[in-house]
């Protein structure tokens, strides 16, 4: 008897901080593709890596990809790729800024455009917005524009993909020290001591929620973001 293989994923950024964190505990449930501009040093067993950048080819070698492995179809895409562009607004180059929106907001709607067909009827969609956008800090004005754009891209497509009952959700993740954020090492205590729960927080604090939204039981959810931040933004 032929071997039933598992759903298929695509998850964008897999091969560091957050992104890592969900291939590890993903690649347990479904056969994750992971889509990156560079690939892991230390790649995990049942993942397929392959190099390629969001605001471009990422579509094309995913769907390449996909076709080696006899499949045309995906359960899920998690898309959690993004950069960090901090500092002074009124001062900052507008090539920095450029290349935030480019990278984080042009690269989802890209990525997605070029994925989102793919998705089975009845899938998911999880994006990655940052809670940067509610609290909206000093000095991260191009980061929370790009990340703003995220949730509001979110909710119009869970609009257009609710007929195939397919959602979209968002997760907008507290202050975590990956490489993204070492620009803003600084902060970390602060933010703690802004959390109902007073710790760091860590990539694996991520895995719990974003299964949530890919899981049977969310398929009355859609349209929406969740903070995952400790309690930082309560609302």
Request: proline share 4%; hydrophobic share 45%.
């Amino acid at each position: 008897m032929a071997e039933t293989k598992a759903p298929a994923l695509i998850l964008s950024g897999g091969s560091s901080g957050i992104g890592a964190a969900l291939a590890a505990d993903l690649r347990v449930d479904w056969d994750v593709i992971s889509v990156s501009r560079s690939l892991p040093k230390d790649p995990l067993d049942r993942i397929t890596y392959v190099a390629g950048d969001v605001a471009g080819n990422a579509p094309d070698v995913v769907r390449e990809s996909l076709k080696a492995q006899g499949r045309d179809s995906v359960h899920s895409i998690v898309h959690c790729a993004g950069i960090g562009v901090f500092g002074p607004f009124m001062d900052m180059p507008k090539a920095d800024w450029e290349r935030a929106l480019l990278l984080n907001l042009h690269g989802t709607l890209n990525f997605i455009q070029g994925t989102a067909d793919l998705v089975e009827d009845g899938g998911r969609i999880v994006l990655y917005s940052s809670g940067t956008v509610f609290k909206a800090p000093a000095g991260a004005a191009a980061y929370a524009a790009s990340k703003a754009g995220i949730i509001g891209f979110s909710r119009s497509l869970a609009a257009e993909l609710g007929a195939r009952n397919i959602t979209v959700n968002v997760i907008a993740p507290g202050l975590v020290m990956t490489p993204l954020a070492t620009d803003l090492a600084g902060g970390e205590e602060a933010n703690i001591a802004s959390r109902a729960i007073k710790r760091a927080s860590i990539t694996d604090d991520y895995v719990g929620p974003t299964r949530f939204f890919l899981s049977e039981g969310a398929g009355f959810v859609t349209g929406q973001t969740l903070v995952v931040d400790g309690g930082s933004i309560r609302r």
